[in-house]
């Protein structure tokens, strides 16, 4: 098999705490841009303990940046200065371009599991201040393909020849949800030099054709350049694979607001505290 992307980096990530209070795993955040980019940071939460997230995101800004939250179980209500309100539960996403500048909130729900997912994905320089808005994305208009030993649910970007239910207006990234059978096996083409990384929800598999190696559940695996993804299911695995073209722009990062210097950021909480931080 030609042109198969090697793995380059295992993310184990760690267990953090954000927001009010959420229990989750930083699977790789503010030391990764470089290998990471256009990805910024990597959330992932699994618990049946409402403790562990019940406290939630209030009310916090954001800008420069697009966040993903995909859920495969639970639910979270969200708000944003936009005028936004909403719940996502079971296979919805809620993808939100942050832009020039918006405060919102996110509040997870009890639920028998909490389980899923943020990804913050960086807007390029041209594009920071563009005006902010919600994507919402509905399990039922995700598409989903069923192939002889796979399922692939399409959030973001396109699978063969399938549009997935959304579609970024500024990087054009692929979000796949895969499960694949043990013993089967799965591949998936994309540019050659694309970021491209999974995260094994759960289970595990081999990466590479001509290698036994296995990697198992909870980890980040970032591949190097190529034109083909490969996977052999060594159990049942179900992974999200995320894949994007790199930025290569300066990165400054404070909190939860991603610019391109130093003189933009100071600029930005400037405004948070004068009350001139959105716009429009």
Known sequence: MDNVRAVKKIS????????AGVRLVRVFGYHDTQDYDPFLMFDAFDSVDPEDYIKGFP???HRGIETITYLIEGEM?????LGNRGVIKDGDCQWMTAGSGIIHQEMPKASKRMLGAQLWLNLPAKDKM??????DIKAESVPVIE???SKIHVIAGEYLGTQGAFEGSYVKATYLDVEVKAGGRWHYDSEETST???YIVEGEGRFSPDSEETITERQAVLFGEGRRFF????TNIRFFLLSGSPLKEPIAWGGPIVMNTKEELDRAFAE???????KG
Do not use: C, Q
């Open 231 to 234: 996977v052999e299911a060594k």
């Open 196 to 198: 491209l990384f999974i």
């Open 130 to 135: 563009t005006p902010p808005k919600y994507g």
């Open 59 to 61: 009310w916090h800004p």
């Open 272 to 278: 948070l505290e004068e009350g001139t931080f959105i």
């Open 12 to 19: 184990k990530g760690m267990r953090a705490t954000d927001g």
């Open 77 to 81: 209500e969200h708000g944003d200065s």
């Open 147 to 149: 192939e002889e030993n």
